[in-house]
């Protein structure tokens, strides 16, 4: 189980990383128009995804199971930092994408 948890984190601290990645060029004025933070800061979250994706095979056996709780992490953290940095609300349709997800982990987590 705590392959699970550290598969978990690794694809969520990603994921944060990739988030402030492409959306600070909305918020951080020094990052509108510069590209180097990107590029100086990218190689943090291939390494915690390539670390996730490793556990995961490791863990489940399968391709698709990394590739699946990769992507339904990465659902619940796009809508709160998004909801909670730059102030978009949870749509209707974003809230079943984000219960879809949610149910997509369940699966591979739990089954």
């Known amino acids: 189980m705590s392959k699970v948890f550290l598969v978990l984190l690794y694809f969520a601290i990603g994921h944060t990383i990739v988030w402030w990645q492409l959306h600070g ?22 390494i915690f995804f390539w670390k996730a994706t490793k556990l995961a095979v490791e863990t489940y056996n399968l391709y ?8 339904s992490v990465g659902i619940p953290i796009f809508a709160f930092l998004t909801l909670t940095v730059l102030g978009e609300a949870v749509t209707s349709k974003t809230l079943v994408c984000f219960i879809l997800a949610c149910a997509i982990l369940f699966i591979q987590i739990v089954l």
């Open 25 to 46: 060029q909305f918020f951080l004025p020094s990052w509108k128009d510069n590209i180097w933070p990107i590029i100086i800061t990218s190689p943090l979250p291939t």
């Open 64 to 71: 698709w199971a990394g590739r699946l709780i990769g992507f």
